[in-house]
């Protein structure tokens, strides 16, 4: 039994899909990162930068000790192993898929994220920030444009990479992003969205930078770093 430790944000849902795609036996567990569950100290045991996503594998393949993981690449490689699935063994496709990953991790997460903050959640606009965060999320569409303009999915066959990248293009109208001005990304976010997996995945799960979302000061810090350590 798998136990995910989630929130319904783009970075929780990377691992949910992959669950849902691989069938793999699991429990959803709800960290409410709005009332600082987070910072609980028995959460903090295996995820200790206080962030969701996390797991705990209670049925590792070696048969020892439960696996803890954090970080939401991490978990989508640990579950494409465990699974077989997803992930190729070919080593050249492999990497084909892996750099596809980091560069979700590394540049359209964080640049997406930091744009629907400024956009939804700051406490005041700041317009360098919302022009800055806004530009590199349109050039990041553009690269993953450009690279589906010659194949269905990231790196040809569907996965992880894909699964990465899809939840933080959900919210791409609160990222102030027409996906009409993308279309070979347009044609492979709706491949994916009408996928059984992901129809399981996002049910019931509230939308990612919505515009009427609103939150109390005491959210507020908790969200977004004022909380204690």
């Known amino acids: 039994m798998i136990e995910l430790y989630y929130w319904g944000t783009p970075n929780g849902l990377k691992p949910r899909l992959m669950l849902e795609e691989t069938g793999l036996e699991h429990r959803i567990v709800p960290v409410d990162i709005g009332k ?17 996503p996390a797991l705990i594998d209670h049925a590792p ?24 699935r997803f992930l190729p063994q070919d080593p050249r496709r492999r990497f084909e898929v892996m750099q596809w990953l980091f560069w979700q991790v590394g540049g359209l997460g964080p640049m997406a994220g ?11 606009p700041v317009p360098y920030a919302i022009d800055r965060y806004t530009r590199e999320t349109a050039r990041l569409y553009g690269v993953l ?6 194949r269905e999915f990231i790196a040809g066959e569907y996965s992880i990479a894909d699964m990465a990248c899809y939840p933080w293009i959900v919210p791409h109208a609160a990222h102030a992003q027409d996906l009409a ?31 009427a979302r609103t939150i109390s ?9 004022n909380a204690p350590r």
């Open 61 to 84: 393949a070696d048969g020892g000790e439960p696996v803890r993981l954090f970080e939401s690449g991490a978990l989508l490689q640990y579950l494409a192993e465990k699974s077989g």
């Open 36 to 52: 600082g569950e987070q910072f609980r100290p028995e959460f903090l045991a295996f995820s200790p930068n206080n962030r969701i």
């Open 145 to 150: 444009d450009r690279r589906l303009a010659d």
């Open 181 to 211: 001005g993308f279309p070979h990304l347009q044609r492979w976010f709706e491949a994916i969205r009408v996928r059984p997996a992901t129809q399981r995945a996002y049910a019931g799960v509230a939308a990612a930078y919505a515009p």
């Open 217 to 225: 000061d005491d959210e507020r810090a908790v969200l977004f770093g």
């Open 114 to 124: 930091q744009n629907g903050h400024f956009r939804v959640y700051a406490p005041e």
